[in-house]
């Protein structure tokens, strides 16, 4: 027997014996208007009874337990910096309620009795309204007068940045080493369904993929240890979607935060919905060597070219570098000039000469 079944039995009790002591008064009234009534009094009871009786098992559950279920998963859906907000901002509307209680009191009747109750629901509820949707705002005001307190005399710094971290980019790998260098700043949010997407694939039936899945939890782990960059586990979620992307981006337009990603489908759909996205390819591509023609440096030819006597050798970042007339400088350090740069839509091919070849 579930708890709405339950009500409305009590609910049909309690509202029948309402209706039993409220037959006699009814039939008196109706008596009064129809003398000959042709119904006895132990039928009006008995009717009057069993309207009661009805109307209580069909209400009773809208009025009792459908608005505590409607209330629960309000609260399930809500995160627990909502839940605190919403607390503290009534009980601010009540203080401020009952600081104005003595002055609305003091107005003519019938307003000093009815104003104080009104001014108790109304402000307790902007309260609640104004501390939930502005709690970003009272979040940051709190955080900025403690890190004044708090580091007096220091310089300042970043205002909190966070940034929502993908599957994808603790994958990768280079995540660990961006961090080291100090760029990203702020701290990194991996949400629990991330975490768990990530101990999905670590524990998958395909090799490579379990690799790849262990690597992810080893360079999380790493920048736990490592400190430079603040890692938190979160269990903010998205209620009603499961797909990790569209959770991911729902939660970086409630945060207002980026994601930090290297799927590229994702950061399409991201930047489609005007969120902003931290590529680590678009990085890596950013911070490549620039070279001009006419410009010399050094490199290994490593392997023999597709066109005679050509040599490759390859740049840091990983750029590939065709070397006229390398060939016989195969596993040697050489210095050259560049002659050509190509940038393709496979990447970028820098074609350089021999300083002796001149």
Known sequence: MNAILISRIIGAIV???????????????????????SLSQGAVIAITTALFTIIGFLITPYLTIKPLQALARLFKRSSPQSLISGVVGLLTGLIIAAIMAYPLSLLPQPLSSIMPSVGLVL?????????????????????????????????PVDGERRI???????????????????????SLIVPRFVLNELQFVSDSADSLRRQRGRRGLETLSEMQEDGTVPVIISDIDVEGVREVDERLILLARQLE???????????????????????????????????LPGEEFRIEVIQEGKEYQQGVGYLDDGTMVVIESGEKYLEQTIDVTVTKILQTSAGRMIFAKPIQEH
């Open 164 to 186: 929502l971290v993908d599957t994808s980019a603790i994958i990768d790998g280079r995540i660990s080493d961006i961090a080291k260098t100090g760029f990203l700043g702020g």
């Open 123 to 155: 402000l307790g509820y902007l309260g609640v309204v104004l501390f939930v949707t502005r709690q970003e705002d009272f979040m940051n005001v709190f955080r900025s007068m403690s890190s004044r307190s708090g580091r007096t005399g220091k310089a």
């Open 257 to 291: 935060c980026p994601i930090l990603t290297n799927d590229y489908n994702l950061n399409r759909v991201a930047e489609l919905q005007g969120v902003r996205v931290l590529n680590i390819n678009d990085l890596a591509n950013a911070v490549k060597v620039v070279l």
């Open 15 to 37: 509202l029948g014996i309402v209706g039993v002591f409220t037959g006699m008064p009814i039939y008196e009234y109706i008596n009064g208007f129809i003398p000959y009534l």
